[in-house]
């Protein structure tokens, strides 16, 4: 069994924390929390569902499997950092601060399109997506990638956008469109963001 420490947490939501693992820096673990487990088993049941297609694992952190921990039950996945080793930070923290989104307004205007190009492409459907639960990646000053971390899935009752081009398209416009609105309406002051989803309108 692994332990875990509370020094090693580098996040923490609503359904879940997510620990840095203690014995490989390249691995994260994400924990369910007040013993909610459903949200958990929905999301490793759609990254199954994603290897068994072979998508292109770009723009999502791999998932390599569970193991026992002393919190519990842990997910295993990919973790996310930057070029120069330290933990990729949320798109939050950039829409946040005009100063960041000014300093990597060129890799993250590229990166804002390629993510939706990429959910497209790989056909991803997300619960919904928030700027929390998007990490940049920075590549270098002027190159990143957003890669989403959290809400991965479809919660439809019967998922059959999941294997239907046609809805699945319809499904991921409509949640990306709604992620568009939703920075707009929460970051009004950051003019640099604003920028970027209107010149792709």
């Not at 958990?40 to 297609?53: I, S």
């Not at 993250?108 to 190009?117: D, G, H, I, N, T």
């Amino acid at each position: 069994m692994l332990t875990i420490n509370a020094t090693d947490m580098i996040g923490k939501g609503l359904h879940r924390e997510c620990y840095s693992h203690p014995q490989d820096q390249n691995l994260c673990i994400k924990i369910a929390v007040n013993e909610n487990v459903k949200e958990t088993r929905r999301e490793q049941k759609y990254y199954r569902l994603l290897k068994k297609r072979q998508i292109c694992w770009d723009m999502l952190p791999k998932y390599y499997g569970n193991m026992d921990t002393n919190l519990g039950s842990g997910a295993v996945f990919e973790m996310i950092r930057n070029h120069d080793g330290s933990v990729s930070k949320t798109l939050e923290f950039y829409l946040k601060s005009i100063q960041q989104t000014e300093r990597c307004y060129s890799g993250l205007a590229s990166a804002f399109f390629a993510l939706k190009k990429y959910l497209l492409n790989e056909q991803i459907i997300t619960m919904t997506i928030k700027p929390k639960n998007v990490l940049y990646q920075e590549i270098n000053d002027d190159a990143g990638k957003l890669i989403i971390v959290d809400n991965i899935g479809n919660s439809d009752y019967i998922p059959i956008a999941n294997y239907s081009k046609t809805l699945g398209d319809r499904k991921i416009k409509r949640k990306w469109y709604r992620f568009e609105d939703a920075i707009l309406k929460a970051y009004p002051d950051n003019a640099a963001f604003r920028n970027i989803i209107k010149s792709g309108t």
